[in-house]
């Protein structure tokens, strides 16, 4: 309650008090001379009624005003509470982010440690390397995806370059090309370093997870 809600009330409960006392002390009439015909309110009838009424509509105010500052703050808690609720909003989406960064690193690792792999097959002149090339594919559409559907556009962009370049590989394979497979596989490896780079400098650190 603020200060002139808290005055007004005190002045109500004092006023109410002095009037009720100014009736008890007021002298006690006799009772109309009914042959005389309708007696006329005294002044001090009429002043007591002017201060009654006087009271009821202060009173009448002070409820009115305390009414407003109900719905005032109301209105304010409703208004904090969509603000929490915003802003908790925010912050899942911002921890979802930097999960899913953390997510994208590991798979650009291992998709680069899986090529490493079928690289040192090649290299000793093993050209079944379809496996690992498959599960490369997987990870790297898993990270390139999610990084378009998370914005990180350049990111993406070296993951499915580096996806491209797997296309390369199988088909230098299927021609016996196993330099030219060797070569592409090169390719794919750079970008998913550079994808895995780009990962790397996008943190959020208002959203990582306590050390």
Do not use: C
């Amino acid at each position: 309650m603020g200060p002139w809600l808290r005055g007004m009330a005190i002045f109500l409960a004092a006023f109410s008090t002095a009037t009720a006392r100014a009736q008890e002390e007021q002298p006690r009439a006799h009772p109309p001379d009914q042959s005389a015909g309708e007696q006329k309110p005294s002044a001090a009838d009429q002043e007591l009624l002017r201060l009654r009424k006087q009271v009821a509509d202060l009173q009448a105010q002070l409820d009115q005003q305390r009414a407003e500052q109900a719905a005032a703050q109301q209105r304010q808690q409703q208004q904090i509470e969509a603000l929490r609720q915003q802003a908790e909003a925010v912050a899942a989406r911002g921890r979802a982010i930097e999960e899913n960064r953390r997510l994208r690193i590991q798979w650009w690792n291992q998709a680069g440690e899986v090529l490493a792999d079928a690289d040192v097959s090649m290299m000793g002149g093993f050209a079944d390397v379809g496996g690992q090339i498959e599960a490369a594919r997987s990870l790297l559409a898993r990270a390139s995806g999610d990084a378009a559907g998370y914005g990180y556009a350049r990111e993406a962009s070296n993951g499915r370059a580096a996806l491209n370049s797997l296309d390369s590989v199988e088909d230098r394979l299927v021609n016996g090309d196993l330099a030219g497979a060797r070569t592409d596989l090169y390719y794919a490896v750079n970008y998913a370093v550079a994808a895995r780079t780009l990962a790397r400098s996008s943190s959020q650190p208002l959203y990582e997870p306590a050390p």
